[in-house]
């Protein structure tokens, strides 16, 4: 049983670099895109639900509506979801997109805007102490 609890602290401290290196990748995307987008006043028009359950039940994602500098109305399905919702349809939402290309807009709060970056950087640490204390633990034979 120590053996196996050795190939999991290896496991995780190897996972560890990886999804450090995603939340780097991914902070340094969504600077580039808070630096090329704007600011809107936008809307929740509907939440999409994912079409598969899991044990937790089902995610649901905001669709977005806002008008862009253009005047032209845009609609956008949000890649980040939750469950429970977190938003309601009807809700007054701020939007940020880029000019050249509207369909990549975000509403603009912590989690749909900087998720990716933050679940990366914490999936990371996680890996890491996780890792060093089962191997603290059940040691490594180095």
């Known amino acids: 049983m120590d053996q196996i609890w050795r190939i999991l602290g290896f496991v995780a401290l190897c996972a560890s670099p990886c999804s450090i290196i995603y939340s780097v990748i991914s902070f340094f995307r969504t600077r580039s895109f808070l630096l090329r987008s704007v600011?809107?006043?936008g809307e929740v028009v509907r939440l999409e639900?994912?079409?598969d359950r899991d044990r937790y039940g089902y995610t649901y994602a905001p669709v977005f509506a806002f008008t862009a500098a253009d005047g032209k109305?845009?609609?956008v399905t949000s890649d980040a979801g939750s469950s429970p919702p977190g938003f309601a349809e009807g809700?007054?939402?701020k939007v940020r997109y880029e000019?050249?290309?509207?369909e990549n807009a975000r509403i603009h709060t912590l989690f749909q805007t900087w998720g990716a970056a933050l679940m990366g950087a914490f999936g990371g640490v996680f890996c890491?102490?996780?890792g060093w204390l089962v191997l603290r633990r059940f040691g490594a034979n180095w």
């Open 39 to 41: 600011e809107v006043d």
């Open 49 to 51: 639900r994912s079409k």
């Open 73 to 75: 109305s845009y609609t």
């Open 91 to 93: 809700e007054s939402v």
């Open 99 to 102: 000019p050249e290309n509207p």
């Open 128 to 130: 890491l102490i996780w």
